[in-house]
């Protein structure tokens, strides 16, 4: 008979509970806190115990393999003795780590990197631009976390970068005395619980938030590991933690931390279950065929900015002239509205190309903000369906949610936080409101020798079109690659076509074709080399020019429309001129692009309707910029609304499981 460890219980079991976001003078004096914590002072303070790393590096140099693995054997010794880093050990522990690394991975951490891995290890946020080797910076944080013995994920935004990262830094840790593994989206539960037992798990965002609320299904209510003691105890025979995979929550280091902190983080992850609905299904039907019978502007309106559609006073009573032809259930006042409303929706917000494609017949989410296909999400509340019916395809059964958490407020639950973007500083104050984590600036290897061209506006998208394809066959023509962000799947194909149309080769990287996403990056700086790529795609892949590519000016970065963050414009440029590399970068905008549709007043738009395709001049460029600030602050709305639901979500959970105890 076999009985539980308590203290593995214990660490397995407690969540704790996120403390209450300030408001009005304490607010104001925790976002004081929060500047001191982004300070020069921080900074110096920094570079002083970089100072002291690299004051250990002869000595660690003329050690043998057997001495170096003994003094970090007696690093990790202490460090699991006190169950935390050892604030007077840190220095030479990471000197002997970075000797480790040097001599496992061949890769001898820079000056910078050791200043990012003490940023992580205090619980900051570095800030470190593209291609300054946050992989390895995480590595050196995540051996000092893994020494703890309590248990460190490293967070990056795919499978791919997860399972990379783990085999190729495993020789490291290996070498430090610590485990590590993998976790990916095919993998089984066994496998799972294994991979998650090691000192390190490289994993993303979305499965270790999908097997925490898996594990707290398999709990049930009885979480707290001093209960489920005594009923174990009390029976042994019964299954206990077997069930479960994860070995608890302590260290998060996320990877691309703005991306994964901030843009998807006001989105739930659900655990869900088909439910079988067939009057909702024949309900989409007759919504969609009705929704052909209001006009816009008439019938309803439709606010871009928001999202939303608001059906008007005479839209209302054509929709009650309609109701006979929906399903009885559906034909009260209430539910034909919502239904049509939500069929309205699917129609003109929900657009084939930008917010999702169709793959096999069926309906395949995009991520706006990194333009990845996110298998196996469904949209809620019958609006799934509603796309699926708009576009002719086979309806499926809805889903009835069993568990659900924002991301925003499950990295809450983990006791240390930190990280590294090379685009932190634009989300300085989000970030530091709602997970206490102040930003550190960590400057460049080499000094940053990028061209950034004026920017071009034009009135219409096709001529931005135009005139972005004329560019790329330019540069082509002078050897150099070519990089093309895009914010859309449509908008990817729109300008292959154009490529097509002039001869030109290029590869396509969107979410429809992302299956050989790093390749593809990796070999965006070739000679000549022309890529088109969505938002983000392919973040944390490095991309290496040759000596020929150099001398002909390296990597050229064309942005074909401004994002609603200005972080993610400065990210996408960020992958030219890298490593002090030569490169370039430049941005073409029109009037009809969506954050102008969004974010600029009609007024605004109609005075600047005149440009024909020039450098864009300053009330143009003002205006792009209030655009942006104005979309940053609805996005921080959004946050602070999530963060609401979340407060409201946690006391409507502790006050009925506090009424089942009684």
């Known amino acids: 008979m076999s009985f539980p460890v308590p203290s593995v219980e214990y660490h397995a079991l407690t969540v704790k509970r996120p403390k209450a976001l300030p408001k009005g003078l304490d607010a104001l004096a925790h976002t004081c806190v929060g500047g001191a914590g982004r300070r020069g002072k921080v900074l110096t303070a920094l570079w002083e115990q970089v100072r002291l790393v690299e004051g250990h590096a002869d000595e660690l140099m003329n050690l043998s393999d057997r001495h170096l693995r003994e003094r970090l054997e007696g690093y990790r010794d202490e460090f699991r003795r006190h169950r935390a880093a050892v604030p007077e050990l840190v220095a030479p522990a990471l000197a002997a780590v970075r000797e480790a690394a040097a001599r496992t991975v061949g890769l001898r951490a820079y000056p910078v990197q050791i200043l990012g891995a003490l940023a992580m290890q205090e619980g900051r946020l570095a800030e470190m631009a593209t291609g300054e080797g946050k992989t390895l910076t995480a590595a050196l944080a995540a051996v000092l976390a893994g020494w703890t013995h309590l248990p460190c994920h490293i967070l990056t935004v795919n499978d791919y970068l997860a399972q990379r990262d783990a085999e190729n830094y495993r020789p490291l840790y290996q070498f430090c005395g610590l485990k590590v593994d993998f976790v990916t989206g095919l993998m089984e539960a066994d496998q799972r619980r294994r991979a998650y037992g090691a000192h390190i798990c490289y994993t993303t965002s979305k499965e ?172 809620s509340e019958g609006l799934h369906q509603a796309i699926e019916c708009k576009e ?10 069993v568990a659900r958490m924002s991301f925003q407020r499950f990295f809450r639950l983990f006791p240390k936080i930190c990280g590294m973007t090379g685009t932190a500083w634009e989300a300085r104050f989000p970030l530091w409101r709602i997970y206490g984590l102040p930003v550190v600036r960590v400057p460049t290897n080499k000094p ?25 066959a330019r540069v082509h023509a002078q050897g150099r690659p070519v990089l093309v962000g895009t914010r859309s799947v449509e908008a990817s194909e729109q300008l292959a076509v154009r490529l097509d149309a002039k001869g030109l080769a290029y590869n396509l990287l969107n979410a429809v074709r992302h299956a050989e996403e790093a390749r593809i990056i990796a070999e965006a700086g070739l000679e000549a080399k022309i890529t088109i790529a969505t938002n983000m795609a392919g973040r944390g892949t490095d991309i290496k020019l040759s000596r020929e590519v150099a001398d002909a000016g390296g990597l050229h970065v064309i942005m074909t429309e401004r994002h609603e963050a200005r972080r993610i414009d400065r990210q996408l440029f960020g992958r030219a001129a890298r490593q002090g590399d030569p490169g370039s970068a430049q941005s073409f905008v029109s009037l009809e692009d969506e954050l102008f549709k969004r974010f600029v007043p009609e007024a605004v738009r109609k005075s600047l309707a005149g440009v024909s395709g020039g450098v864009a001049r300053k009330p143009f460029l003002a205006a792009l910029d209030a655009a942006q600030r104005a979309a940053e602050r609805h996005a921080f709305r959004g946050l602070k609304s999530v963060l609401g639901t979340d407060t409201w979500l946690e006391e409507s959970l502790s006050f009925a499981e506090d009424a089942g105890r009684s």
């Open 392 to 401: 002719g395809l086979e309806i499926t059964e809805p889903n009835e949610t």
């Open 208 to 379: 270790v938030l999908a097997d925490f609320l898996r594990d707290r299904l398999q709990l049930q209510r009885v979480a707290d590991p001093q209960r489920r003691l005594i009923r174990q105890l009390a029976r042994p025979n019964r299954s206990g933690r077997d069930s479960l995979v994860l070995r608890g929550l302590h260290t998060a280091i996320v990877d691309e931390a703005d991306s994964i902190l901030i843009d998807e983080a006001v989105t739930p992850l659900i655990i869900a279950q088909p439910r079988a609905n067939p009057m909702l299904v024949e309900a989409c039907v007759a919504a969609r065929d009705l929704v052909n019978q209001l006009e816009p502007g008439t019938h309803y309106t439709v606010d871009h900015r928001y999202r939303e559609v608001k059906l008007t006073e005479e839209g209302k009573e054509r929709i009650s002239e309609l109701v006979e032809e929906l399903p009885p259930i559906w034909r009260g006042v209430g539910r034909s509205q919502a239904l049509l409303q939500q069929a309205i929706t699917a129609r003109e917000l929900f657009l084939k190309g930008r917010q999702y494609v169709v793959q096999e017949d069926k309906i395949m989410i995009v991520d706006e903000f990194t333009g990845r296909i996110m298998p196996n999400r469904s949209w």
């Open 448 to 472: 940053c020798v990028r061209e950034v061209l004026p920017e071009r506006i034009f009135a219409t998208r096709e001529a931005k079109w135009e005139a972005v394809a004329a560019e790329v």
